[in-house]
C-alpha cells in the first residue's frame, strides 16, 4: 500500500504525543511503549502515528484491518488487540505483526496452524466484565505454558481495566498483572489506556494503548468493519 499524509493530522499526533509521553514521565515511567490505537480511525491516523514515531498501531476488527491495508504489510508494526474469532485469523495472518488478545487454547491452536512462531500476548481478565475477553488470572500460566509449546512466541501479558470506578479501580488488578508477568519471566505488559495510564505506569506497564489522547474522539464502528 502507499504511503498516505495529512499535514495537518500530523502536527496533532506528534504534538499529543510529545503530551502523551510527558505524562507517562511524570507517572514515573522510563521505557515505556506507547501503542496508538487507530480502530475505526482512517489510515492517514496509521500513518501519522509512524511519521511521529511509533513502530505499531493497535487494531480491534478484523474487516478494518484488512480493508485500511490492502493485504499489504506497512512498515509498522500492526498489533491486533480486539477479541479474536479463530476464523478470523487467516485473513489476518499476513498482516498482524503482534496478537495480544490470546485468552484460550483454541486461538492458540488456530494461531500455531496458521501463524507458526507468531508473536503473542495472553490477554488475562482481571475485572469480570462481560464482554472484555481474557483468560482468568489463574489459568494465565498454563495458557501461556500451552502457547509456548504451540510454538508461539510468548512475549508478555495484556490486561483491561475495569469500566466503572476510574483509575484507581484498575490498580490492584494492574498489580496482580504485573506480578505474574514477573514470576512468569516475561518482558511485555500491555496495560493501561487513555484514563488509567498513569496507574498503569505506576504499576509496571512496559505498554500502554492509547486512541483518544493521540487522536481525538473516536468515530464509531460500523458493522462492515467487524
Known sequence: MSETCNPDLDLLVAARLAELRERITAAGGREVTVLPVTKTFPVEACWAAYRAGCTA????????????????????GIHFIGQLQTNKVRMLAPLVSVYETVDRPSLVR???????GAQVLVQVDTTGEPGKGGCPIDD?????????EAGLRVRGLMTVGPTEGGAEAARPGFRAVRALLDRLGLEVCSMGMTADLEVAVQEGATQVRVGSALFGRRPPATASVR
Open 57 to 76: 498501531v493497535g487494531e480491534n476488527y478484523a474487516q478494518e484491518v484488512v480493508a485500511k491495508f490492502d493485504g499489504t504489510p506497512p512498515p509498522f
Open 110 to 116: 488456530e494461531l500455531a496452524k496458521r501463524v507458526p
Open 140 to 148: 494465565a500460566a498454563q495458557l501461556v505454558d500451552g502457547a509456548l
